[in-house]
């Protein structure tokens, strides 16, 4: 927190009148960049005509915007999630449920006649969430001050593979395929 507040040239008692401590300063940062990252991604992307492959590679594209953009953010988020404890994740696993239910009434929503299973959509979350992070940390390097070792364009496009790659598995192991050249409501069909 004491370095937080000198990076802002605040002090650090005026820090704790808006955050109670490291942990909610934290989770204000995950919220910002999270609505940060959402409204960029939803002003790109068509849900009813987009491949499933596009919108993967969009959302993969502006997550990497931001980062290069906030560097020094994504490396303070990944560390403090890495090293905190499980008493701190309350909130973030709270959010993340959130987040895959949203994302299976979508999916259940753009899928014709389909159930989606809300636990598996939040493993899939879970899954994609730490090969972003991973990667990402491996990308930024935690303490490096050089530029990144893979090019933006050749992040993207990892991202977006691995990305297709953990939805494709999942698919498969709840008993679906996926075609990813089609739009998201067509995609997805019962093995």
């Given at each position: 927190?004491?370095?937080?507040?000198?990076?802002?040239?605040?002090?650090?008692?005026?820090?704790?009148?808006?955050?109670?401590?490291?942990?909610?300063?934290?989770?204000a940062?995950?919220?910002?960049?999270?609505?940060?990252l959402?409204?960029?991604?939803?002003?790109?992307?068509?849900?009813?005509?987009?491949t499933?492959?596009?919108?993967?590679?969009?959302?993969?594209?502006?997550?990497?915007?931001?980062?290069?953009?906030?560097p020094?953010?994504?490396?303070?988020?990944?560390?403090?999630?890495?090293t905190?404890?499980?008493?701190?994740?309350?909130?973030?696993?709270?959010?993340?449920?959130q987040s895959?239910?949203?994302?299976?009434?979508l999916?259940?929503?753009?899928?014709?006649?389909?159930?989606?299973?809300?636990?598996?959509?939040?493993?899939?979350?879970?899954?994609?969430?730490?090969?972003?992070?991973?990667?990402?940390?491996?990308?930024?390097?935690?303490?490096?001050?050089?530029?990144?070792?893979?090019?933006?364009?050749?992040?993207?496009?990892?991202?977006?593979?691995?990305?297709?790659?953990?939805?494709?598995?999942?698919?498969?192991?709840?008993?679906?395929t996926?075609?990813?050249?089609?739009?998201?409501?067509?995609?997805?069909?019962?093995?």
């Amino acid at each position: 927190m004491g370095d937080i507040a000198k990076e802002a040239g605040a002090a650090k008692p005026k820090l704790y009148r808006h955050f109670e401590d490291k942990a909610d300063l934290y989770d204000a940062i995950v919220d910002r960049v999270r609505d940060m990252l959402w409204g960029r991604v939803v002003s790109t992307i068509d849900l009813a005509n987009d491949t499933a492959r596009e919108l993967i590679g969009r959302t993969a594209a502006e997550y990497v915007l931001v980062v290069v953009e906030h560097p020094n953010v994504f490396r303070f988020i990944l560390h403090s999630h890495f090293t905190r404890r499980a008493s701190e994740s309350d909130r973030a696993l709270h959010t993340a449920r959130q987040s895959a239910r949203r994302a299976a009434e979508l999916f259940g929503g753009l899928l014709d006649d389909v159930s989606v299973d809300v636990e598996s959509v939040e493993l899939l979350n879970y899954s994609i969430f730490g090969a972003v992070a991973s990667a990402t940390d491996w990308w930024l390097g935690v303490n490096r001050l050089r530029e990144p070792t893979m090019p933006a364009e050749d992040f993207i496009a990892y991202l977006a593979e691995i990305v297709a790659a953990l939805a494709t598995a999942n698919a498969r192991r709840t008993g679906f395929t996926v075609d990813t050249d089609l739009p998201m409501h067509l995609a997805f069909r019962p093995a």
